[in-house]
């Protein structure tokens, strides 16, 4: 619940990986402070987005900070490879769960 009383926010000030790169660390750090662990998130927000900028990543899970949860919401969400996860969290199950029984439903 937290996250989302400042992800809008975040959006505004990196709207996307290379202002995330460019924003001065302390100026996300004050926004996610409520969070804790800014400075830690901090400084993970722009090496993962500096990583990502870079042509040298073939998996999302080579980037920084990236475990199963993101591994398995970038393969479902972003590239369609939903049926090569089973995903563990409860709120990706919901979803991946819709998946699986709208594609049965289509064959």
Not at 73 to 94: Q, S
Request: charged share 25%.
């Amino acid at each position: 619940m937290q996250a989302k009383r400042v992800i809008s926010d975040l959006f505004t000030l990196c709207p996307n990986a290379k202002i995330a790169t460019e924003v001065a660390t302390e100026e996300i750090e004050k926004l996610i402070k409520t969070l804790g662990l800014q400075r830690k998130r901090a400084v993970m927000l722009q090496r993962f987005s500096q990583e990502y900028l870079e042509e040298g990543w073939s998996h999302v899970t080579q980037l920084h900070g990236v475990g199963k949860y993101a591994a398995d919401a970038y393969a479902i969400f972003c590239t369609g490879k939903w049926d090569r996860v089973r995903p563990t969290d409860h709120m990706l199950n919901k979803y991946w769960d819709f998946l699986c029984n709208t594609n049965k439903s289509s064959q």
